[in-house]
């Protein structure tokens, strides 16, 4: 068991180098630092709210579910995070390049969990919405691994997570 896990890490950091090696590319830099906050705190909270509050009376309850996705699902990222701490990237791998040192742990990508609960819902209620929707919670979540700040396992793990949440608070709400 133990070679098996250290050939999966292995590939994943391999995987890691292989996006974080393009972080000198000015317009990847550009790109990549502006969509990442697209899965921040700041940024999530505020459109869910703007979003229940001022979309039509019809697409009010996916804004609900979606700050309710986003809400539920930071509960087990933050108890993920306290029971398996991992070290960010950029502590391990001393090639790994980095945007905007964090001091918390790497598993799972928070920013990752946001953006895929807020989506979601949308995508649920109105497919086609998924042509504009998952790129931008895909860009969201390379850019993590692209700024130096999460493995590939920390995003794809975010990445389930807030489709979990948003799948169900959809489910229940709507």
């Known amino acids: 068991m133990t070679k ?26 550009i790109y990549f630092r502006l969509v990442t906050h697209v899965g921040g705190a700041t940024f999530s909270i505020v459109a869910v709210l ?8 019809e697409w009010r309850m996916t804004a609900v579910a979606s700050a309710c996705a986003l809400a ?4 087990p990222v933050a108890v993920m995070k306290h029971l ?6 950029y502590v ?10 964090l001091k918390d ?9 946001a953006v895929f609960a807020i989506v979601i819902p949308f ?14 919670a895909f860009s969201v979540a390379i850019s993590r691994i692209y700024l130096g700040l999460h493995y590939p396992s920390d995003v794809l793990a975010g ?3 807030g489709t979990a949440a948003g799948a169900f608070a959809f489910y229940l709400l709507l």
């Open 4 to 29: 098996l896990l250290q050939q999966a890490y292995t590939l994943e950091c391999r995987m890691f180098r292989t996006i974080n090696r393009y972080f000198d590319y000015q317009w990847l830099n």
């Open 50 to 57: 703007l979003a229940m509050i001022f979309f039509e009376q």
């Open 72 to 75: 539920a699902s930071h509960i």
């Open 84 to 89: 398996y701490p991992r070290p960010r990237p």
């Open 92 to 101: 391990v791998l001393s090639e790994a390049k980095v945007y905007g040192p």
């Open 105 to 113: 742990h790497s598993f799972p990508s928070g920013h990752t969990t």
């Open 123 to 136: 995508v649920f209620a109105l497919p086609v919405l998924s042509f504009g929707l998952l790129p931008i």
């Open 159 to 161: 990445c389930l997570l």
